[in-house]
């Protein structure tokens, strides 16, 4: 990430090692960076949902899944962690 800054794949990759570690808080940083650089980042929205959802923010959560069902077709992550907010 140093090298590149603005490489949003390495920051993806980066941010779901931080949640795969439990380090929600670090995670939630970089995305929070991700989607100011480009909110219209499908796989970013659905992954700082994921780690809203794990922090408790359901409201936040929500509304980060439903911001990506908006931008991308998505995948099982984002319409099963979309439901987890419904329930």
Do not use: C, H, I, M
Not at 18 to 28: P, W
């Amino acid at each position: 990430l140093e090298l590149s800054p603005n490489d949003e794949e390495a920051q993806l990759a980066f941010s779901r090692a931080l949640r795969a570690q439990g380090r929600l808080d670090d995670a939630a940083v970089v995305l929070e960076r991700l989607v100011a650089q480009n909110p219209r980042n499908g796989e970013a929205l659905t992954l700082q949902g994921q780690v809203f959802l794990s922090q408790g923010k359901l409201l936040e959560a929500d509304d980060n899944f439903r911001n990506a069902a908006n931008l991308y077709e998505g995948d099982v992550a984002l319409f099963y962690g979309w439901g987890k907010t419904l329930g």
